[in-house]
């Protein structure tokens, strides 16, 4: 069974810095996707960025930035020059490529401190 | 750009009464999957479609069913309410297998 872990339920970052958020996966698989979601208190999910398996470059969109490590089976999210907007909880998901669910984290909750 | 878009986004309930939940995917998206989030928990997959088909099935209680429509809108029916379904439901559509997109989420509260 596939099971993601984040084992950082609360996080706290100053405006402008840089923060990372850990996520480990079990999968036997050889190939799957993974994903960083953001839950702003508006209970919205949003899908911040999604890496492939396969790809060994790690993917990037904008200030967000993952730090993929297969055989660690490790998929990290950097978040650089952190915003007051980026409040709100982080969940790490994973999918099998043949699959349709996604197997989500318990999340981090990050705090942007003014 | 069009989201997912989910109705009602409250509703209250009384136990053993019957909820039916709406989604509308993105255009163009094929693919519909519902999820259950309970507070203070991460969502957990329900159920998906695939082209109006059932492709997959989750931790989905004998109670609720679903099915996706000709115009690809996605319907949750949920049978002999409990408070223990009191949780945000979310709808999530995505082309094939690619990356899903979540709606707005409807809060069900059981009473």
């Known amino acids: 069974a596939q099971t993601v872990t984040q084992s950082q339920p609360e996080m706290s970052v100053q405006e402008a810095e840089t923060v990372t958020l850990s996520c480990t996966y079990d999968?036997?698989?050889?190939?799957?996707?993974l994903f960083w979601y953001k839950q702003p208190p508006s209970r919205q999910m949003i899908l911040v960025i999604r890496q492939e398996a396969y790809k060994q470059q790690n993917a990037t969109e904008n200030r967000f930035s993952v730090n993929f490590q297969k055989a660690a089976k490790s998929f990290s999210l950097k978040i650089s020059d952190s915003q007051l907007g980026d409040t709100a909880m982080y969940f790490c998901a994973f999918r099998e490529t043949g699959a349709n669910n996604l197997f989500f984290g318990t999340g981090t909750r990050l705090t942007v401190i003014p | 750009a069009a989201g997912v878009i989910q109705s009602p986004r409250h509703l209250i309930k009384e136990k053993r009464e019957t909820a039916t939940l709406k989604c509308y995917p993105i255009p163009r998206h094929d693919t519909v999957y519902w999820y259950q989030q309970g507070p203070g928990q991460d969502p957990q997959f329900l159920i998906s479609f695939y082209e109006k088909m059932q492709s997959d099935k989750g931790s989905i209680p004998d109670r609720f069913s679903a099915q996706q429509f000709s115009d690809y809108h996605s319907e949750l029916n949920m049978s002999s309410l409990e408070l223990g379904d009191s949780a945000l439901y979310f709808c999530?559509?995505?082309?094939?297998?690619?990356?899903?997109?979540f709606g707005p989420g409807t809060r069900l509260t059981v009473l």
């Open positions: 999968t036997s698989e050889s190939n799957y996707y």
């Open positions: 999530a559509s995505s082309l094939g297998r690619g990356g899903q997109y």
